[in-house]
């Protein structure tokens, strides 16, 4: 296992508790940005852009879960931060999801959203398609493909900005980094786990999301003992950027911000 030192930036208070935000495979942690008037005030606030992504380096494929934890560790040892809250989204979500299982003394509360936990052959196989798009046409085409399923159209069609910045975060992925995500992807397999965490966690579902389902993301909710589960109406996968307000109303109470 190989960790990369990532790119990471720090906002908000210094004296407050650490909240990691981690970002989507092809996106960057500019996905973040519309949650930082919320954040900030109540938290040191971590971002770092997953290896082979943004401005973090590109490693040789495949990864693993391991390997892309080992670095996410690397980036709270690196701002000299003992514990931390996480909260990610897709690719983010689940490694939260490992920092909780193999670093749980590290991890004071997770948030996942629009994630899954395990990898059966139907999520494979789209892995592999998507990996066909950027064998045929790089990653652009990969981008074509996706974003549908990313942002709704009245979202695209209100905000074009919201979709303009995603794409621009996407195109900085490098193919080498995305294909080796796509092969840690193709092997998620913390569901089995979950029975174990002992970390608070909170689901965030998108209710129009094809790629991480709400009955996909209760069941792993129901696996993980004590967690809670919300489901941000009308959103697709990127439900942060998709219906933020709405998606900022599901985490308040979880991070304690409704009570300050």
């Not at 193999?102 to 059966?120: F, G, L």
């Not at 592999?128 to 069609?157: C, F, K, Q, S, Y």
Request: charged share 20%; hydrophobic share 40%.
């Amino acid at each position: 296992m190989t960790s990369e030192k990532l790119h990471s930036t720090v906002s908000g208070r210094k004296d407050a508790p650490a909240l990691l935000l981690l970002n989507s495979l092809g996106a960057t942690q500019a996905m973040w940005d519309l949650q930082m008037p919320l954040l900030e005030p109540h938290h040191q606030v971590i971002r770092c852009d997953t290896r082979g992504h943004g401005k973090s380096p590109t490693l040789s494929s495949p990864y693993t879960f391991d390997d892309i934890t080992a670095d996410v560790l690397g980036v709270l040892d690196s701002h000299d931060i003992k514990t931390a809250s996480v909260m990610g989204l897709s690719l983010g979500g689940m490694t939260a999801l490992g920092l909780g299982l193999t670093a749980p003394n590290r991890i004071e509360r997770i948030v996942c959203c629009a994630a899954r936990a395990d990898a059966p052959p139907p999520f494979i196989q789209n892995w592999h398609n998507r990996l066909a798009m950027l064998e045929d046409g790089g990653i652009e085409a990969v981008w074509n493909g996706t974003v549908g399923m990313w942002l709704g159209p009245e979202t695209r069609t209100s905000h074009p900005e919201r979709e303009a910045a995603l794409r621009e975060s996407f195109l900085e992925t490098t193919e080498e980094g995305y294909r080796g995500c796509t092969h840690a992807l193709m092997g998620l397999d913390y569901l089995r786990h979950l029975g174990e965490m002992t970390v608070p966690t909170l689901f965030v579902a998108g209710a129009e999301d094809a790629a991480a389902p709400p009955d996909a993301m209760l069941a792993i909710a129901q696996a993980c003992p004590g967690s809670e589960y919300s489901v941000v109406p009308g959103a697709k996968h990127i439900v942060n950027i998709d219906r933020p307000s709405d998606f900022d109303l599901s985490i308040l109470g979880f991070l304690g911000l409704d009570a300050e």
